[in-house]
């Protein structure tokens, strides 16, 4: 197993009165794909709005290879090699398939625009865009206004869009939410394959159990904004609050 990439400790986030995340330790290893459960309403994206600095915690550090990257913007996380996608779509729909996976890339060039400059430099990154076109089935679809695309393409491009600029550490906010059984085993395998490869760690938010059972090796479940319990698959799947958290939703 590989190196602990990214990590928090005591990390705790309020809106108004009410304590959303209440002081959680969470750690995610390379070379493995780790999953954040639990039921609506739990802190699972506002947790990855925290990991990825678009919410300040109240208290708690976030540590990227053992730097304290508490205060890093966003962009500077990008620059970092920390993406992300969004449960809600946040593909640009005027735009073309083709330009939607390009744009994440940018923030990548900083104040340094020289970068654009170095013409190999950019066409291998714009290479790399195009492979992951072929990767994700939207070649044939590149020149498409995004917006016209299905929805489970759409989801695919969303992902495009956090992976494109090979990160270290990706989080996949529900990834196949919203996609036919079809759509939601292609994304799926793509994931896999990804995560094999082995440039990118994933961390998967999920709300369905039957995915994140297929798919990862380490499971958090987090439960009012707390860490209930981590594991593996077989662990979490017979751990008695988690079925019962679950089941409860269920009735
Ligand atoms: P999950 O992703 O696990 O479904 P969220 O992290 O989206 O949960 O939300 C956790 C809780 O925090 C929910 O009760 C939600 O209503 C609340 N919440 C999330 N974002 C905000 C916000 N910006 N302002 C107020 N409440 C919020
Ligand atoms: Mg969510």
Known sequence: MGEVILKTEGLTKSFGRFKAIDNIDLKFTSGIITSIIGPNGAGKTTAI???TGALAPDRGKVFFKGKDITTLTPDQRVRHGITRSFQIMNIFPMLTVHQNVELPLFP????????FHDVSRYRD???EAEKL????????KRDRP?????????????MGMAIASKPEICFLDEPSSGMNPVERSAILELIKTLAKEGSTTFVIIEHDMDVIFSLS??????HKGEVLAEGQPDDIRQ????VEIYLGEEA
């Open 146 to 158: 995004a917006g016209e695309l299905s929805h489970g393409d759409q989801r695919a491009l969303e």
């Open 217 to 222: 090796d380490w499971i958090f479940v987090m």
């Open 133 to 140: 076109l072929v990767e994700l089935s939207l070649w044939d």
């Open 239 to 242: 751990n008695k609050e988690v």
């Open 108 to 115: 990548l060039l900083g104040k340094n625009l020289k970068w």
């Open 125 to 127: 990154v714009m290479e």
């Open 49 to 51: 709005n925290l990991l």
